[in-house]
């Protein structure tokens, strides 16, 4: 069992910066791919971007590339998610995902846990 608690969400101006972090519970955290989506009011949850257990790999929506970048820290147990040039759209609740077996997918029904979500709200 896993349990995950985002932070760091708020309100930012256009072009702005926020950084969300995503703190796991459990001593297996290292074997899971973990991975953030967002959902915005009205519209369906989608895959944002996601690193492999090791941290090796990382996949990011095209929407996200070049302004986002996810990382993680095995030995603190969390992921962190560093959210820059930020554009209205980009307004959403995000959610951390974690998949056991460590290998990454853009599929949001193949992940296994998830957090209750942080609100970004990107001003223009």
């Known amino acids: 069992q896993v349990q995950l608690v985002e932070s760091g969400g708020g309100l930012v101006q256009a072009g702005g910066s926020l950084r969300l972090s995503c703190a796991a519970s459990?001593?297996?955290?290292?074997?899971?791919?973990m991975g953030w989506f967002r959902q915005a009011p009205g519209k369906e949850r989608e895959f944002v971007a996601a690193i492999n257990w090791g941290g090796g790999r990382t996949y990011y929506a095209d929407s996200v590339k070049g302004r986002f970048t996810i990382s993680r820290d095995n030995a603190k147990n969390t992921v962190s998610f560093q959210m820059n040039s930020l554009k209205p759209e980009d307004t959403a609740v995000y959610y951390c995902a974690a998949r056991r077996g460590g290998v990454v997918t853009t599929d949001a029904p193949l992940y296994d846990y998830w957090g209750q979500g942080t609100q970004v709200t990107v001003s223009s």
């Open positions: 459990g001593r297996t955290f290292s074997s899971y791919a």
